[in-house]
């Protein structure tokens, strides 16, 4: 597909392929407070725990994260993944950023960055998005990125909202 070394630029943000540079970042984000709440426990508790997390998601041939970093700092501060999962018809987007980041709309610029390469150059015309019904921040964005509501899913120990996105309903003005 090409997309594990594509880069973006948005305004206040370099969008660029996750590394094993990243580790220490990684570590930082997945044991976040809201990244445990939302998205669950991953069991990355080192550095060389993240080191290996991140060499599972880059061997993968169906899962792509993007790193978003200040473009004034060079200080990582969030991810955008787009994955394929096998319970879903269609690739779906996510994102987390560092709780110290949220509320600042870099969620929204980079997602909108990724999205609109997904849907203008890579040709996608639907993308998926899943959180879960508490996450009324996720739910938020989605719906200013032009996502919607189509079911609610059970999984395992919990249930979760599905919502669609489509070229037609992105934001034209980022």
């Known amino acids: 597909m090409g997309y594990k070394h594509k880069v973006f630029e948005t305004k206040r943000l370099h969008l660029r392929a996750l590394s094993g540079k990243d580790s220490a ?3 930082q984000l997945v044991n976040s407070q809201g990244w445990l709440a939302f998205i669950g426990d991953r069991g990355v508790r080192s550095v060389e725990d993240a080191d290996r997390y991140i060499e599972k998601i880059n ?4 899962i792509y994260y993007w790193v978003a970093v200040l473009r004034q700092s060079d200080q990582a ?9 096998k319970e879903l018809d269609n690739f779906d987007i996510g994102f987390a950023f560092l709780p110290e980041y949220n509320g600042a709309g870099y ?6 960055a990724v999205l609109a390469y997904l849907y203008y150059v890579r040709g996608h015309r639907q993308v998926l998005a899943v959180t879960k019904p508490s ?11 032009g996502f919607k509501q189509i079911k609610e899913m059970d999984k395992e120990q919990y249930s979760s909202l599905l919502f669609s996105g489509s070229v037609k309903d992105l934001p034209l003005v980022n």
């Open 59 to 62: 061997g993968a041939t169906d």
């Open 107 to 112: 969620a929204y610029e980079a997602t909108w």
């Open 135 to 145: 996450n009324s921040s996720s739910i938020k964005l989605l719906t200013r990125l």
């Open 25 to 27: 970042f990684i570590h």
């Open 77 to 85: 501060i969030g991810i955008v993944t787009f994955m394929k999962r």
